[in-house]
């Protein structure tokens, strides 16, 4: 199992842009599909987008689309979450998790082995 760490976050003003970092450590064979969630004061947990194994293919969700990117460098065993535009409403603690059931990578309910999370804070 994976032990995935995240960092990058801070506060930006509304228009800024962030990137999210997570990085994963354990015994590594190969990357799996990796996913981005947040989770908003008072709200549950939310899908923002997942990357395939090979970062070929990636997914987005609706209100995120067009503004954030997800990439990964499996060299160092790292995957990132480009933010533009952020909006008040993107405020969130951010975690990234691993797929940990075989399926389609777009399917948020794959995901497990969770980070810490790392606090992202958009001004208006």
């Known amino acids: 199992q994976l032990q995935l760490a995240e960092s990058g976050g801070g506060l930006v003003q509304a228009g800024g842009s962030l990137r999210l970092s997570c990085a994963a450590a354990g015994r590594i064979f190969r990357m799996p599909a990796m996913g981005w969630f947040r989770r908003a004061p008072g709200k549950e947990r939310e899908f923002v987008g997942s990357i395939s194994w090979s970062g070929d293919n990636s997914y987005y969700v609706d209100s995120v689309r067009g503004r954030f990117t997800i990439s990964r460098d499996n060299t160092k065993n790292t995957v990132y979450l480009q933010m533009n535009s952020l909006k008040p409403e993107d405020t969130a603690v951010y975690y990234c998790?691993?797929?940990?059931?075989?399926?389609?990578?777009?399917?948020?309910?794959?995901?497990?082995?969770w980070g810490q999370g790392t606090q992202v804070t958009v001004s208006s």
């Open positions: 998790a691993s797929q940990v059931l075989s399926g389609d990578y777009r399917d948020s309910g794959l995901f497990g082995s």
